[in-house]
């Protein structure tokens, strides 16, 4: 497997698979908006903004690794 499927599959299994620790789709289906956007205080994040974040990032490594592939196969 080359290093761009590894990435993938380990981003798909942190998103998608319960295994050593519980995924970021079971932890968040469910949630209300009310319970996301929630904060013990102010210099902590809430749900909703590490999951945006996370989003933004995941959404980055996504678009790079498809750039990537399409130069890499010349289109």
Do not use: P, R
Request: net charge negative; hydrophobic share 40%; aromatic share 10%.
């Amino acid at each position: 497997m080359d290093a761009k499927n590894i990435i993938l599959s380990q981003l798909s299994a942190c998103y998608n698979q319960n295994n050593w620790f519980v995924s970021l789709n079971s932890l968040i289906n469910g949630l209300s908006a009310d319970h996301a956007s929630w904060k013990s205080n102010e210099t902590v994040n809430s749900i909703w903004e590490i999951v945006t974040h996370l989003a933004t990032v995941l959404g980055s490594t996504q678009g790079f690794i498809n750039l990537n592939t399409k130069y890499e196969s010349g289109e």
